[in-house]
């Protein structure tokens, strides 16, 4: 049985409640961060010929919604779907993934988007500004179990990769079937999925434990050189669901430098929604801005304010809290949490520096 490990924080560090903020006090605090959602899945709808640059669409994202929300970098998702593994025609999704990113989102609106790789090109991109368009696969499938095609993903720009899906693949765990008979497990990672992390390692890749299921979760902790991370995932304590993390993960990611990006996600985020959605009652009851909040502050009073992040799931959910309804509202985020008593430079950590930490971690420790 593993130990508990908790990090206590005096009562004195946490935030006050329910001050007063004026518009131009949220729009500076907004515009003093670099805002960067690890997790946006738009490249979806790119693929099949949405127009990032259109307005009104049924879509969370576009160009003009970007910059209403104040968002100063996006790693679009390289989503590649189970069904794609039948057949072997995952690495031929992941191409037409990073294809869409590539041409139809960065190539298409070059005076919008800068492509980036690093730390410091979100960095640049913020001050040429232009929003700094990154990319991360989603489902370790992708990779074939090949560390050949790896290493080619990460040439093509790609820098982080979230090790499952809702599938468990030939080499990790996946929260996403941990019910289901018939499907293989390996009890964490097997001795390829290790080697998968120390050749991320090697690379500079960030290594993305959404969607695991706990005990992969772990064993990449443990054989991680770099910092790990949670591109997209919330409290398990107040949401209870196998896709968010526990509060013994959360502090032990912590821990080794880590951060945990909330994801907005209405059954992530919300235990009434989770619930509805288990019955598959219809409509599923929203989920608020407060609940997001309160994932945030979760987090916090476990971990501290460096374990915090941003990793929205917009256009990979169907379901948007309230007051989060797209990529425009990120300014109500900030209101929220600066009458919850965070200061500037906390939304600041939150926003993007405690990620940009992350990243240059990884970055220091490539090629060890």
Not at 9 to 23: C, E, G
Not at 47 to 65: E, F, L, P, W
Not at 99 to 121: C, E, L, Q, W
Request: aromatic fraction near 8%.
């Amino acid at each position: 049985m593993r130990r508990r490990l908790f990090l206590v924080f005096p009562a004195l560090l946490l935030p006050a409640q329910n001050r007063t903020v004026s518009d131009a006090e949220v729009m500076r605090v907004h515009h003093g961060a670099i805002l960067i959602d690890t997790h946006n899945d738009v490249p979806s709808f790119t693929v099949d010929g949405y127009d990032i640059g259109s307005k009104g669409s049924m879509h969370h994202t576009d160009i003009a919604r970007l910059k209403e929300g104040g968002v100063g970098a996006t790693f679009f998702a390289v989503y590649v779907s189970s069904r794609y593994v039948e057949g072997n025609h995952s690495a031929n999704r992941t191409l037409q993934m990073i294809d869409t990113v590539k041409r139809d989102i960065i190539g298409k609106y070059p005076n919008d988007f800068m492509f980036a790789t690093s730390a410091k090109d979100i960095e640049e991109a913020h001050r040429r500004g232009k929003i700094a368009a990154l990319m991360g696969i989603e489902g370790g499938h992708a990779i074939e179990d090949s560390l050949r095609l790896l290493r080619d993903y990460y040439d093509l720009g790609v820098r982080y990769m979230t090790l499952t899906h809702t599938n468990t693949n030939n080499w990790a765990d996946s929260s996403g079937d941990i019910t289901k008979e018939g499907v293989k497990h390996h009890d964490g990672l097997t001795p390829f999925g290790k080697d998968v992390i120390r050749e991320m390692n090697r690379l500079g890749m960030m290594v993305d434990i959404s969607h695991v299921a706990d005990k992969t979760f772990w064993d990449a902790l443990e054989v991680s050189k770099a910092p790990i991370f949670a591109s997209h995932s919330s409290c398990r304590a107040l949401t209870n669901v196998p896709r968010n993390m526990t509060d013994e993960m959360i502090v032990a990611l912590a821990k080794k430098g880590g951060v945990v990006d909330v994801n907005f996600n209405c059954g992530f985020v919300s235990q009434k929604s989770a619930d509805a959605e288990a019955k598959k009652q219809t409509p599923t009851p929203r989920a608020t801005l407060a609940d997001v909040v309160e994932h945030i502050d979760h987090i916090r009073k476990i971990a501290g304010i460096d374990a915090i992040g941003i990793g929205s799931d917009f256009d990979g959910v169907e379901c948007t809290p309230v007051g989060l309804d797209d990529v425009s509202k990120y300014p109500n985020l900030t209101r929220a949490l600066l009458e919850k008593g965070y200061t500037a430079e906390d939304i600041r950590k939150i926003y993007g520096a405690n990620f940009l930490r992350v990243m240059r971690a990884v970055e220091a420790a490539a090629g060890k």
